[in-house]
């Protein structure tokens, strides 16, 4: 296996990725699988095979911990603006090597390459942030109300941190964990998503350049991720677990690490829905729209789920989405043309098809789009659908594709009450130009984040996170995300 990392020659071309193979890194080094598995990585655009990735087993696992935990020590004791340095650097290099990045991303996980590089400049930029929090992270002190004693508290690192990530964001995904973990001190061992390996690689060499000590960040693949994962949560010198996908796995790992009582944060699945008010900006409330629905062709879990339109404003919003979708251009993820590449699998397809036909049957409209693209490649139109029923699955089920169904509401409770009518609560979207009616319903939607008059809210300066079963825990922000790899250790001190 040719497990050489040479990713970052700007003249690279698609072919050599092609040829291209990893290994595990573990302590710094790369290495094939303790048995030589390998799971092969797809082009989701030709389904072709374009790479092949080693499967770790039970014993690599084992060896990933070790390597975390031999240099738990040194990372700790490596002064904060030390640490700081180094994820700067980080934020650096990504951002010089932005652009072979963003094919990379866009090879193995299918989305267009401007949704790519967007993806590498927010993914840097936890770097960047976390780098300016590394060596802000201060304690507390204070008299005891009985006057007895002082309270001192130290924020420490919590230790070792499994960190799982999903496919749709394979870079993002990943520095939102890595880049706070690190700054607060702790060795991490990160267990990207089987269908794109090949970022979170790239970046491992990539993290190492920059001066990453050996062991700190450790990467592996695996076809097995319960076993794998479990393994690695029994350890007893593994303390953290951090996890984004989907709402089910999250319960899986959630009892998982509660054997052990391991910390967990957990970013889960989300059922957004998207609110245009009669008062709206149009225009604005079409283009929040096209972002909030469209970025990532549907494939975020951010993505605007459920559109419940006002009914002065309905027709005129639902002719114009039409437009807009209709008129996107469908294609490979590195064609610089493609504004909607293909879904992750077959299997992706195969769902949002179900979830489509489903809304049809219980009498939606197809507006545009509405049917499985022939030929090769996880291709699905862009679509959009009128008059969804709140029985139809998709008001209740992530669609994650570029599906974008509307219903039509009259009242203000009753739009409230129909986003709330769901076991998610990760993001919402409002669009109305009167603000304090926004801020009113924003405060009245159940979800962890708000997205007033925008079609986008991330940002690592900001919270990210959900309510209900949309997860536990926060990233990115100020202190929120680094907080979450730290513990408070109080010290009582008479003096
Ligand atoms: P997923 O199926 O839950 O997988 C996520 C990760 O968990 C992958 O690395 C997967 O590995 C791993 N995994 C699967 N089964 C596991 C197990 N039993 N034990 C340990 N790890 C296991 O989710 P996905 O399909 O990749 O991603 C889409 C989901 O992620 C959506 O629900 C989306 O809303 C959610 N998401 C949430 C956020 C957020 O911030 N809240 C952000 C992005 C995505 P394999 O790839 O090897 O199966």
Redesign the pocket.
Known sequence: MNISIDLFDQDTDMSEYAAFSHGLYIGGKWRPSSDGRVIEVVDPSTEAVIAAVPDATLADAAAAVEAAAQAAAGWRETPPRKRSEILRRCFELMTERAETLAVLISLENGKALRDARGEVAYAAEFFRWNAEEAVRISGEFGLAPSGANRIVVDYQPIGICVL??????PAA?ATRKIAPALAAGCTVIL?????TPLTAYALAALYEEAGVPPGVVNVI???N??S???AMLADARVRKLS????????R??LA?AAKHVISCSM????NAPFIVLDDADLEAALDGAMIAKMRNAG????AANRLYVQAGIHDAFAEGLRKRMAALAIGPGTDSETECGPM?TRKAVDKIDRLVQDAVVRGAKVLCGGAIAEGRGFFYPPTVLSDVPADAAMAHE?I?GPVAPISRFEYEAEVIAKANDTEYG?AAYIYTRDLAKGMRMASKIESGMIALNRGLMSDPAAP???VKQ??LGR?GGQKHGIAEFMEAKYIAVTI
């Open positions: 799982i990530t999903p496919w749709n964001f995904m267990k990207p998503a089987s269908e693949t695996t076809s991720p319960g794998v994962t479990a996890f984004t996908g989907s709402t089910g796995i999250g899986v790992l998982e970013e889960l699945g989300g494939e975020a879990c951010t992750i992530e994650f990760l990210f996170g959900g949309s997860g990233e």
